[in-house]
Nanobody, 123 residues
Framework: TVELVESGGGSVQVGGSLRLSCVANTLIANSYCMGWFRQAPGKEREVVARLQNDRTTIYADSVKGRFIISQENRKNTLYLKMNDLKSEDTAMYYC?????????????????WGHGTQVTVSS
């Protein structure tokens, strides 16, 4: 069973930065893609950033230029560096990975999910 454990969330002021980490118990180099999603209270889950196995990165328009997704295969860790945080970035952030169906990289139905880490941005 693939397990993903997120960390790095917390409370920060507007304009601040955080780096989220997601550690997997398996070789993430074997994944088709990994991604970060978020869900704010009363809103649907949305993709924040996706990193495909060909190193292509995809970002939501709302975070382009502010967030950077990366992975460190030797540590089986996915990162999300978040800069210039805004109040609307407040949400629970989830790490996800897809190893079995490449199509899921595009439809958001990743097979494996972490339990999330909370990010709260206040003014």
């Amino acid at each position: 069973t693939v397990e993903l454990v997120e960390s790095g969330g917390g409370s920060v002021q507007v304009g601040g930065s955080l780096r989220l980490s997601c550690v997997a118990n398996t070789l993430i180099a074997n994944s088709y893609c990994m991604g970060w999603f978020r869900q704010a209270p009363g809103k649907e889950r949305e993709v924040v950033a996706r990193l495909q196995n060909d190193r292509t990165t995809i970002y939501a328009d709302s975070v382009k230029g502010r967030f950077i997704i990366s992975q460190e295969n030797r540590k089986n860790t996915l990162y999300l560096k978040m800069n210039d945080l805004k109040s609307e970035d407040t949400a629970m952030y989830y790490c996800a990975a897809e190893f079995g169906d490449y199509d899921h990289c595009f439809d958001g139905n990743f097979m494996h999910w972490g339990h999330g880490t909370q990010v709260t941005v206040s003014s």
